[in-house]
């Protein structure tokens, strides 16, 4: 990746010989240097300005390193670029993104956000999504790379926070019986001391709006569609989200009251 080559050179040119040299100066840990320098994660406008005053870079170079991210992210957000060889290859990527982060944010509004899907659940998930957008059908692949997307989930070093609606659990996409499963992981996720669940009740009125579910990794915002995802890493898009999430948490039920929202939910479903 050209943007990579052009990072490292930067790099190496103020003298820096070793990513784990620089990742020490600019206040990163070395993997990210790594990861960026390798063309696996692709980095933020954040990211970039922070590089850039590491080497001395002027501002013309800032600009153009941020066009060539840009082009890069539009590209890679391409959902039938992206899916051409199945949903499991899109999974691997993000789970490179998900490992790099520190602080990850997920809000959904009509299903239970993927960093905590159930295998039978998760598995629906990619039967649909492949037939909306004709892709093969890799959902068992696809499924286990998920599942190992999930050990994020139990890293203390990260903070995971998870925001979803009742109105995506009561409207699920699988059987009764998978979606018991599904309630009783959310349940379970709980209770761990990094994670932060919250359930927004139906009967709440809300401080904000979000016309779609998004991901927050760090300094970037991911928001999916049906055709695409788009992901913005300007300071003030990810400022915007972070306030409608921080809205959010305001009318969420958390601990105890979400265990009992979770539990009103699996006690009205239908029996198969």
């Excluded at 406008?45 to 590089?51: E, G």
């Excluded at 001395?56 to 800032?62: G, H, N, Y």
Aim: hydrophobic letters at 40%; a negative charge.
């Amino acid at each position: 990746m050209a943007l990579a080559d052009t990072l490292r050179n930067l790099r190496e040119r103020v003298g820096f010989r070793t990513g784990k040299e620089f990742a020490a100066h600019i206040g990163w840990v070395a993997s990210k240097v790594s990861h960026v320098e390798n063309g696996r994660t692709l980095p933020s406008d954040a990211d970039l300005a922070a590089w850039a005053a590491a080497v001395d870079a002027d501002a013309d170079t800032l600009t153009s390193l941020r066009d060539e991210a840009r082009e890069l992210r539009l590209d890679r957000d391409r959902w039938k670029r992206r899916l051409r060889h199945g949903h499991a290859t899109v999974q691997r990527g993000t789970a490179v993104s998900e490992r790099a982060a520190s602080h990850i944010t997920m809000v959904e509004f009509f299903l239970v956000p993927g960093l905590v899907q159930t295998p039978d659940y998760a598995r629906r998930v990619f039967e649909i999504a492949a037939a909306m957008v004709d892709s093969p059908d890799d959902a068992d692949t696809a499924v286990r790379e998920r599942v190992r997307r999930q050990d994020v989930l139990y890293d203390p070093s990260r903070t995971v926070e998870i925001l979803v609606s009742e109105a995506a659990l009561r409207n699920p996409i699988c059987s009764p019986e998978a979606m018991r499963g599904q309630l009783d992981r959310l349940t379970n996720l709980a209770g761990l001391g990094h994670v932060r669940l919250g359930v927004i009740p139906l009967d709440v009125q809300l401080p904000t709006i979000t016309l779609h579910g998004y991901t927050i990794l760090d300094d970037a915002v991911t928001v999916e569609v049906n055709h695409t995802d788009v992901t913005a890493t300007d300071p003030d898009d990810v400022a915007l989200y972070r306030s409608i999430t921080d809205q959010l948490w305001g009318v969420a039920a958390e601990g105890d009251a979400a265990r009992r929202v979770l539990t009103r939910v699996a006690s009205d479903l239908p029996s198969e």
